[in-house]
């Protein structure tokens, strides 16, 4: 989950509905972990918004804030073509905004940014337990200590909340990330007139029904055309 991306969403996880609006980029398709290609969509710049479109304003001091100056909850995030999506009048294109109701959905993911900072989280924390030794045992040597026993539980205790500590840093960095499930309720807020030359097609429920990754390959096709 980069900076700029996704961040806020984790503050809805569990929380039920909202509104979101967004800018359609694309639709493609994404390997699962069965090795099936599922049709998905690329949105942009998703703030939220009430069941009339309405901004509803964040004020964050981490808020990111795109171009036109909205406090946006996720800069891009990829969701899934189901059934509502072919609701729609007619094909979306690059640059179209949508608003629609939808929940969070959390999934687990290998992010190497994220495992390099809870590795250096811990790797400081150990070098620190070691200077916390290397003194203790300097002083010890030095000053021939007589409770001996007692000194070195306390260094001990010293090392342990440290490494907890460190336990709990590395747990806020969790390897999880966010995206939009549940879909519902789509909208159009603004159609971008098409280059000259493409044409928009219809969406057909009952075609992706009967040929699956045949439809939503030519779907994708289509939908790739426009933004070369």
């Known amino acids: 989950m980069g900076d700029k991306q996704r961040f806020r969403l984790g503050d809805y996880y569990h929380?039920?509905?909202n509104y979101y609006h967004a800018t359609f980029d694309h639709l493609t398709h994404k390997v699962n972990a069965q090795g099936k290609k599922i049709p998905t969509i690329l949105l942009t710049d998703v703030y939220l918004v009430d069941k009339d479109d309405k901004k509803i304003a964040l004020r964050k001091s981490n808020?990111?804030?795109?171009?036109?100056?909205?406090?946006?909850?996720?800069?891009h995030l990829w969701v899934k073509l189901t059934k509502p999506w072919f609701e729609l009048p007619q094909e979306l294109i690059k640059g179209d905004e949508i608003y629609f109701s939808a929940e969070i959905e959390q999934y687990r993911i290998t992010r190497l940014d994220v495992i390099k900072k809870r590795d250096?989280?811990?790797?400081?924390?150990?070098?620190?337990?070691?200077?916390?030794?290397?003194?203790?045992?300097?002083?010890?040597?030095?000053?021939?200590?007589?409770?001996?026993?007692?000194?070195?539980?306390?260094?001990k205790q010293k090392q342990r909340k440290l490494l907890e500590q460190a336990k709990k840093d590395q747990e806020k960095?969790?390897?999880?990330?966010?995206?939009?499930?549940?879909?519902?309720?789509?909208?159009?807020?603004?159609?971008?007139?098409?280059?000259?030359?493409?044409?928009?097609?219809?969406?057909?429920?009952?075609?992706?029904?009967r040929q699956g990754y045949k439809y939503s390959a030519w779907l994708a096709y289509h939908s790739m055309s426009y933004t070369e």
């Open 15 to 17: 929380k039920g509905a």
């Open 63 to 75: 808020d990111f804030i795109d171009k036109k100056g909205r406090h946006i909850v996720a800069d």
């Open 120 to 155: 250096k989280i811990w790797n400081d924390a150990q070098n620190k337990s070691d200077q916390i030794y290397k003194r203790w045992s300097k002083y010890t040597d030095t000053h021939k200590r007589k409770n001996f026993q007692l000194s070195l539980e306390k260094m």
């Open 173 to 209: 960095l969790e390897l999880v990330d966010y995206t939009l499930n549940r879909i519902k309720n789509i909208k159009v807020a603004r159609w971008v007139k098409p280059k000259r030359g493409f044409k928009r097609e219809r969406y057909d429920y009952d075609q992706y029904k």
